[in-house]
T-cell receptor
Framework: GENVEQHPSTLSVQEGDSAVIKCTYSDSASNYFPWYKQELGKRPQLIIDIRSNVGEKKDQRIAVTLNKTAKHFSLHITETQPEDSAVYFCAASRYRDDKIIFGKGTRLHILP | ETGVTQTPRHLVMGMTNKKSLKCEQHLGHNAMYWYKQSAKKPLELMFVYNFKEQTENNSVPSRFSPECPNSSHLFLHLHTLQPEDSALYLC?????????????FGNGTRLTVT
């Protein structure tokens, strides 16, 4: 079955700098890769997702890149702000699957 | 605020108690999920229902019993739990299968087993 590894487990960046979180997956048939953000005490929420037919997707300060050959994908946050502090989860799934496998999460701290 | 509502928000129960968690989605979605979130294994899938039919049971102990009477409601019946079952239990829904549709989570039930 699918296995998703996420690094780092904790990341601290200065406000205004960029943050990068990386994930690898094991199932070459996986083709859907969402990212969820969970603020302290709140529910996880989708922030961006990418499908295997594209290599990059951007939404304002957030971008995700996908390398199918290497089986890894990354989340990039530019010009970080205090409200970006949260736990971020990557995930992978096959198109017709009922389950999605999550990474263990990255706790991002934005330092003032 | 959220299209997925979970009750109760907090629950403390003894190991011999029987309790139920409730989830309701107001989004018209077809699939509903139970996830367990603990410090050691974040976002661990427990059960999946598609159009009221259970399609995934991720090797969950029988002391957890799901029920899905319709596409909008999902329950998790709990009995004779163990202290290691203490965790945040999250319900989620999606329009289609998880492999191609975003998950919408509820705020969770914080369960403490004493």
């Amino acid at each position: 079955g699918e296995n998703v590894e996420q690094h780092p487990s904790t990341l601290s960046v200065q406000e205004g700098d960029s943050a990068v979180i990386k994930c690898t997956y094991s199932d070459s048939a996986s083709n859907y890769f969402p990212w969820y953000k969970q603020e302290l005490g709140k529910r996880p929420q989708l922030i961006i997702d990418i499908r295997s037919n594209v290599g990059e997707k951007k939404d304002q300060r957030i971008a995700v890149t996908l390398n199918k050959t290497a089986k890894h994908f990354s989340l990039h946050i530019t010009e970080t702000q205090p409200e970006d502090s949260a736990v971020y989860f990557c995930a992978a799934s096959r198109y017709r699957d009922d389950k999605i496998i999550f990474g263990k999460g990255t706790r991002l701290h934005i330092l003032p | 605020e959220t299209g997925v509502t979970q009750t109760p928000r907090h629950l403390v129960m003894g190991m011999t108690n029987k309790k139920s968690l409730k989830c309701e989605q107001h989004l018209g979605h077809n699939a509903m999920y139970w996830y367990k979130q603990s410090a050691k294994k974040p976002l661990e899938l427990m059960f999946v229902y598609n159009f009221k039919e259970q399609t995934e049971n991720n090797s969950v102990p029988s002391r957890f019993s799901p029920e899905c009477p319709n596409s909008s409601h999902l329950f998790l019946h709990l009995h004779t739990l163990q202290p290691e079952d203490s965790a945040l239990y999250l319900c989620a829904s999606s329009q289609g299968r998880a492999g191609n549709s975003p998950l919408h989570f509820g705020n969770g039930t914080r369960l403490t087993v004493t």
